[in-house]
């Protein structure tokens, strides 16, 4: 499978539905069928994901959604220019809920990776236990490695989840 890279452009005002199924065709059309039936959920799930916290989180700036597939990975990005996420320690709780904690482990002083541990459920989890950051949370659980990256002298923001293809 020969490297592809296409980059789309979404703003909070468009229609997240339809450009989730173009991005998710173009992935079906690179990968064929056999390989885009195992990551179709995940994909989905990423795609929901962060198209979701570009329309809570960007201000209204355009979103760019970088699509990259080679013969091992898919990889999703999208990069902004909306407020720098910030993890103060190394191991950093992002978020916690009933089922599971998210850590962000920084890699340099820009970016980080992030770690998601299941807890053992003793009851069902509560809605109201349910707050900001579930979403990567769900990103971090679809993908096989999910990051984040800022560039100081562009002032972009870039959260990149990786779909191993083997």
């Given at each position: 499978m020969a490297g592809f890279k296409k980059q789309f452009h979404f703003?909070?005002?468009?229609?997240?539905?339809?450009?989730?199924?173009?991005?998710?065709?173009?992935?079906?059309?690179?990968?064929?069928?056999?390989?885009?039936?195992?990551?179709?959920?995940?994909?989905?799930?990423?795609?929901?994901?962060?198209?979701?916290?570009?329309?809570?989180?960007?201000?209204?700036?355009?979103s760019v959604i970088c699509l990259e597939i080679d013969?091992?990975?898919?990889?999703?990005?999208?990069?902004?220019?909306?407020?720098?996420?910030?993890?103060?320690?190394?191991?950093?709780?992002i978020y916690s809920d009933d089922m599971a904690t998210l850590y962000g482990k920084p890699l340099t002083d820009d970016k980080l990776v992030f770690n998601v541990v299941d807890h053992d459920l003793t009851?069902?989890?509560?809605?109201?236990h349910l707050s900001e950051h579930y979403g990567l949370t769900i990103i971090t659980k679809a993908s096989d490695e999910f990051t984040y990256a800022y560039d100081p002298a562009a002032g972009t923001n870039t959260f990149s989840a990786r779909i191993k293809l083997g």
């Open positions: 703003t909070e005002t468009g229609d997240l539905y339809p450009f989730m199924l173009e991005i998710l065709s173009e992935i079906e059309e690179r990968t064929g069928e056999t390989i885009f039936n195992r990551i179709r959920g995940s994909s989905r799930f990423i795609l929901i994901e962060l198209l979701t916290n570009a329309i809570k989180h960007t201000n209204g700036t355009i013969g091992s990975n898919v990889t999703i990005s999208r990069s902004d220019s909306g407020q720098r996420f910030l993890v103060e320690r190394p191991d950093h709780v009851r069902p989890p509560l809605v109201e």
